[in-house]
Nanobody
Framework: QVQLVESGGGLVQAGGSLRLSCVAS????????MGWFRQAPGKEREFVAA????????YYADSVKGRFTISRDSAKKMVYLQMNSLKPEDTAVYFC???????????????????WGQGTQVTVSS
């Protein structure tokens, strides 16, 4: 049974920073791509960042490029999202996700991820 649990969300002022964490269990963590998505009220879930297997390529949405950094610690089965220079438009529930399927992997497509965490709320005040 694969489980993903996020933590680290909260309320922060614009310009501030937060680091989100996601711990994985039940999966050979280092083998699989991991991603972060977010969903604001009334909006669709959108891609934020992704990383192929540990030490692999990273991908970012244009809206967060240069401000957010995804990283992994395979020994701890953790994936992180360091968020700097936060803006009110970054306010959303943030989800981590794991893709364990074979074949084509589209890093920015929610349907290509098989397991999701419960989400953690990030609120950025102006």
């Amino acid at each position: 049974q694969v489980q993903l649990v996020e933590s680290g969300g909260g309320l922060v002022q614009a310009g501030g920073s937060l680091r989100l964490s996601c711990v994985a269990s039940g999966v050979i963590f280092s083998n699989y791509p991991m991603g972060w998505f977010r969903q604001a009220p009334g909006k669709e879930r959108e891609f934020v960042a992704a990383m192929r297997r540990s030490g692999g390529d990273t991908y970012y949405a244009d809206s967060v490029k240069g401000r957010f950094t995804i990283s992994r610690d395979s020994a701890k089965k953790m994936v992180y999202l360091q968020m700097n220079s936060l803006k009110p438009e970054d306010t959303a529930v943030y989800f981590c996700a794991a893709s364990v399927r074979d074949g084509v992997y589209r890093y920015n497509v929610p349907l290509d991820y098989d397991y999701w965490g419960q989400g953690t709320q990030v609120t950025v005040s102006s």
